[in-house]
């Protein structure tokens, strides 16, 4: 089996790929887009939402909350996710510092 040399990279390149391949499906975009517009927790309405079935919709908050982009809570039967504004900030920032190291050349191929 070989390995995933993720070893070679910065701590920071895992993180940052971990949490964009975790947004890197509509529908994940959409949970996202959703529960930052709520701007609330939100429980249970995202299939009536977004027009996917519940088992799909579980998934991909699973790989969200894996991500560190999201935290649910437990609230009697339903689980109540929201976005974890730490792993936000910490996303927005890099992305911020990953889009500022280009500078636009004055000649390119």
């Not at 993720?6 to 890197?24: D, G, P, S, W």
């Not at 900030?89 to 000649?107: A, E, G, I, M, R």
Request: proline share 4%.
């Amino acid at each position: 089996m070989g390995l995933t040399k993720t070893e070679i990279f910065t701590e920071e390149q895992n993180r940052l790929a971990v949490m964009l391949k975790a947004i890197a499906h509509p529908a994940r975009i959409a949970i996202l887009q959703h529960i930052i517009s709520a701007n609330a927790c939100i429980c249970g309405d995202l299939v009536d939402e977004l027009g996917l079935a519940q088992p799909t919709i579980s998934q991909h908050l699973k790989e969200l909350k894996n991500a560190g982009l999201i935290q649910g809570t437990i609230e009697g039967v339903s689980i109540c996710y929201c976005i974890e504004p730490k792993a936000w900030t910490l996303l927005q920032d890099q992305l911020n510092n990953f889009f500022n190291l280009y500078k636009v050349p004055t000649s390119c191929c």
